[in-house]
């Protein structure tokens, strides 16, 4: 198994330091999972695994431009923001925020 050889997904040991912390996977499909998980063994999987992991020219997530502009200081918006959440970093939440938004009010 992967994750159980790799320490860097091991919480056992990066618990034990700030220089290496844990990584989470998620939401991540690996090319390994269809080797790991009998679940995922099927042909399809397999193939869309390696297919996902091959893949190399992925287009940026996130463009701050074309959010403002769809935004256009007419939509509002809320969210729950946690200081511990897994996937999303407290830090560049509240970065955000001071940039003035469509949650400019919610603050």
Sequence with gaps: ???KSD???D???TCMSDNMPTLFFGEMVFKWFAEDFEE???YGMTLLANSLAEKSDWSQLYIADNI???LNGKV???SATY???LYVDFD???KVLRRGSAMDQVK
Excluded: N, W
């Design 1 to 3: 198994d992967y994750v």
């Design 7 to 9: 320490p860097q997904f």
């Design 11 to 13: 919480y056992k040991q």
């Design 40 to 42: 995922l063994s099927g």
């Design 68 to 70: 403002r502009a769809a």
């Design 76 to 78: 509002k918006a809320a």
């Design 83 to 85: 200081y511990d959440d």
């Design 92 to 94: 560049l939440v509240m």
